[in-house]
């Protein structure tokens, strides 16, 4: 049995990891497009290393796109395999995916009027909105915690990890030549938090782990501050300023926990009277099919729900839908909360509001999550004088700040704390994806101290039988 680690080696994005058994099955652990590498980005995501026809089978981790965006790809150029995730990973894949297709049709349409004023052949897209809605017929849900064979030698099984809504550990099972051979693949791992969803769960036992490494060098600010950092930023933009505070967010889990938090600031009463605009159909389609699985939910947001039966809504709270409306906050001046898609604020509306407002110093940008090295997103929080945004300059006169305890990847504690599940001895091998190599190699070290011993860090496109 062979992996191939084709994507997220040693870097952050483009999450794909392919095992082959040795009777020639084919099974793909996530199908993650790369983002944010400036103009390699096209040509990695076309560069899939295998041939999509020979897949026999995909299992998503979660949908975040640099873990599914390149499913309707592969479709395109002619999967017909299955594709296996939790069914909230399926609810949300359906939007996202959906939203991702529409974006890149738009994308192209603008790039292919550049080429034609260059005298250039026009490009088509990656995939199209209806590539993306010809992939779900592929997808079959599954439980958490429920074993399912998806061979006769073959079995999954979902623990969820926290991440996101329907976010998994996939746990595999393969019995081959007498031999049983267990694999983890953590994908994401959520935080040790009480936010929204529940804590990552216990998984089984394995003798290869796949895992996530994103934070694998730092601790998070504590989580108990978050929501006072946050009113802070509203009184200190929106009631002393008399500006805008612009939080870019992710519009699946990041952007529902700031809605979370300004709706308990709402109910303490010491939320000042600002409008808060959620500034993106995906963040609102995402929030509807949140509130349709309560059972990924922990213990307090159900409390809270006993007195609030809508965690997601509260007078002055509006979700926006039109491209007319989005703009029409540009020329409303008066001090309102956006909070709008992408979170590394590479495409989407939010890239747009900061073009307009990124160089009035009453306004602030607020970072609540991770933005790969290459990203706007990363150049603005790390304290550039001027961006290029829309091929424009502009120098950089807004407040920028952070909140670093809201991201939805665990810490270095958190993910030792994640493996305390594990007999270590057990352990064949731990091989570390999805974040920077320096990265990688500090918590590798920390592993070794905790006691893990046969830590490894593939490169992309390695091949390691095991």
Same mark, same amino acid.
């Given at each position: ?41 096209? @040509?990695?995501?076309? +560069?899939? #290393?295998?041939?999509? $026809?020979? /897949? ?6 979660? =949908?975040?796109? %640099? ?116 694999? @983890?693949?953590?994908? +994401?791992? #959520?935080?040790?938090? $009480?936010? /929204? ?6 998984? =089984?036992?394995? %003798? ?128 309102? /909360? ?129």
């Amino acid at each position: 049995m062979k992996i191939e680690f084709l994507g997220a080696a040693k870097e952050v994005t483009g999450s794909k990891h392919l095992i082959t058994t040795n009777n020639g099955k084919k099974i793909l652990l996530d199908c993650g497009m790369f983002q944010g590498k400036g103009l390699d980005t096209d @040509a990695d995501n076309r +560069d899939l #290393g295998f041939d999509p $026809k020979e /897949i026999d089978f995909l299992i998503l981790s979660h =949908p975040h796109i %640099d873990h599914s965006g390149l499913i309707p790809y592969i479709v395109k150029l002619g999967f017909n395999g299955t594709i296996f995730c939790t069914p909230a990973t399926r609810d949300l894949c359906s939007i996202m995916l959906a939203d991702s297709g529409n974006i890149q049709e738009l994308d192209t349409a603008t790039f292919n009027k550049k080429r034609a004023r260059q005298g250039l052949e026009p490009v088509e897209p990656i995939f199209t909105l209806a590539d993306a809605q010809e992939a779900m017929q592929f997808f079959i849900s599954i439980p958490y915690e429920r074993e399912f064979f998806i061979d006769p030698n073959i079995s999954i099984k979902f623990t969820d990890n926290g991440h996101i809504l329907g976010s998994a550990t996939v746990n595999l099972v393969i019995k081959e030549e007498g031999k049983v051979t267990r694999i @983890a693949f953590t994908g +994401d791992i #959520g935080r040790y938090s $009480k936010r /929204i969803l529940k804590e990552p769960q216990a998984f =089984p036992q394995a %003798d290869y782990i796949i895992m996530e490494s994103t934070y694998g060098d730092r601790l998070h600010e504590p989580i108990d501050k978050s929501e006072e950092q946050l009113l802070r930023a509203v009184i200190d933009t929106c009631c002393k300023k008399k500006g805008k505070l612009i939080i870019p967010a992710f519009a699946i889990g990041r952007a529902q926990e700031i809605i979370y938090a300004l709706d308990k600031l709402t109910q303490r009463e010491v939320l000042p009277d600002v409008d808060v605009y959620v500034d993106s159909p995906l963040s609102l389609n995402a929030t509807n099919i949140l509130r349709l699985h309560t059972e990924c939910f922990n213990d307090e947001i159900k409390e809270y729900m006993k007195i609030d039966k809508d965690p997601f809504g509260f007078d002055r709270l509006h979700y926006i839908r039109s491209t007319e409306e989005s703009k029409a906050l540009n020329s409303n001046h008066r001090p309102m /909360i956006i909070i709008s898609a992408s979170g590394m604020m590479e495409a989407g509306r939010v890239k747009h509001h900061i073009a307009n407002n990124i160089e009035n110093p009453s306004t602030t940008i607020l970072g609540v999550g991770y933005c790969a090295p290459t990203t706007l997103g990363n150049k603005i929080l790390r304290g550039d004088s001027s961006v290029s945004i829309f091929g424009i300059v502009h120098r950089v006169k807004a407040e920028i700040r952070t909140i670093d305890s809201y991201s939805a990847h665990a810490d270095y504690e958190e993910m030792l704390k994640f493996l305390e599940c594990q007999q270590k001895s057990e352990i064949k091998k731990i091989f570390l994806v999805h974040g920077e190599e320096e990265t990688q190699i500090a918590f590798s070290e920390k592993l070794n101290k905790s006691g893990y011993d046969r830590i490894y860090i593939p490169s992309k496109k390695e091949t390691i039988e095991i």
